[in-house]
Every structure is written in C-alpha cells, then in structure tokens.
C-alpha cells in the first residue's frame, strides 16, 4: 500500500537549518509529485510547494522563496524538505503529501515531523 | 489569510447533519477537495472533485457547491466524526495550492 514515512522530530536552535525527509513506498515514486505543507502550533494548513521526482523541478509559495529548498533521490524514494535560517515562528509540523498529476488533491500524506525551534 | 473562507467551529448532535462551508471563491470548474484532521494525526481526504469519496468514507459524507460556496455535509454525524476540516483548490491563476482556514466540528 501507499505509504510516506517522514522522518523524526527536531529541535533546533534560531538561525540553524534543518532537512526533514519523506520516504516513499507502494508506488512509483517519479510518477507523483511531492508537495509539502506546514502547520503551525493550533493554526491550519499552509502549502508550501511541491517537487517533481521525476525531473527535479520545483515551485514554491512566495513565502517559501529564498529559505526552503526542496530536493528529492529517486534512489531511495525519498523526498526532502531543507529549511534555512530557522526562526521560532517556523515551529510547526511539517507534512509530505503525495498528489496525483491528473487530479488537484492529495491523495496520501506522511505521518508530519515536529520541528520546533527554541534557543 | 487564506482566500477560502470557513467558519471556524460548528457544533452539532450526534445524530444530525453538520454543514461546513468554504466559500468566497469561484470555484467554476476546478474542483473542490475535503479533508478530516483529527489530533495528531495527518489530514486525510474525505471528499474530492467537489463529490467523490475515496475508498473507505462513509457515504455520510458528501459535497456540494452552490454560487461561490462549497459545503461539506455530514449526515447522521457521529463521535468519531469530530476533527478539523479543510476545504482545499487549486488556483489556476497562480499555480498555487491553497486550504481554508479549516472548521473544528464538535460533536456535543
């Protein structure tokens, strides 16, 4: 079955960068993009941008520009979220959610990683 | 702010039906998509393409959208039907993706 395992969570200190990952199985990896979303603390889902496997290509929300760089191995099947400059308000659960090309949903989502920022 | 509209909490009994709306927006043909988040848990689709349900949602669950307002209905509303929902589209103008502000639904 479909299945997006993210990897563990994180604590980091402000200034500090953190890579979170989202290992794929159950399917063909390079045939779905990737899209990742964060949620802060008791608040709602905001996209942040999406990669294509298949060809490495990346969109990101404008808010996201300049300080989130997502990456992806096919060898592994593995995509990867790398968060700069990490300030205390980029606290928030970081999810992996798989989107099928043809649609405009996401139609499974990793389990989300904690990566809370405190000095 | 988010330009998907949703009220932020609607209670109802178990039993009854709950309505939850997302609105202010065009939606025209590009579809609207549902998702259940429950404490600690991941967002999971329940309704896709204004009305379809994946495998496994009960057909309690349904969507419909009138005007610039979808809403999310939920008949005979049970316990376990308590979580956050978000409404979800893709905005063809600037490629981007983007959720309501979400709806807790309290099951009194």
């Known amino acids: 079955q479909v299945q997006l395992v993210q990897s563990g969570a994180e604590v980091k200190k402000p200034g500090a960068s953190v890579k979170v990952s989202c290992k794929s199985s159950g399917y063909t990896f390079a045939a779905y993009d990737i899209h990742w979303v964060r949620q802060a603390p008791g608040q709602g889902l905001e996209w942040m941008g999406m990669i294509n496997p298949y060809n490495g290509v990346t969109k990101y929300a404008q808010t996201f520009k300049g300080w989130v760089t997502m990456t992806r191995d096919t060898s592994t099947q593995t995509a990867y979220l790398d968060l700069i400059s990490l300030k205390s308000d980029d606290t928030a659960v970081y999810y992996c959610?798989?989107?099928?090309?043809?649609?405009?949903?996401?139609?499974?989502w990793g389990q989300g990683t904690l990566v809370t920022v405190s000095s | 702010s988010s330009v998907l509209t949703q009220s932020p909490a609607v209670s109802v009994a178990p039993g009854k039906t709950a309505n939850i709306t997302c609105g202010d927006y065009d939606f025209g043909r590009r579809g609207v998509h549902w998702y259940q988040q429950k404490p600690g848990q991941a967002p999971r689709l329940v309704i896709f393409?204004?009305?379809d349900r994946p495998s496994g949602i009960p057909e309690r669950f349904s969507s419909s959208i009138s005007g610039d307002t979808a809403t999310l209905t939920i008949s005979r509303v049970e316990v376990g039907d308590e979580a956050d929902y978000y409404c979800?589209?893709?905005?063809?103008?600037?490629?981007?993706?983007?959720f309501g502000g979400g709806t807790k639904l309290t099951v009194l």
């Open positions: 959610a798989r989107y099928p090309g043809t649609s405009t949903y996401f139609d499974h």
């Open positions: 979800q589209i893709w905005n063809s103008s600037s490629d981007h993706w983007v």
């Open positions: 393409y204004d009305s």
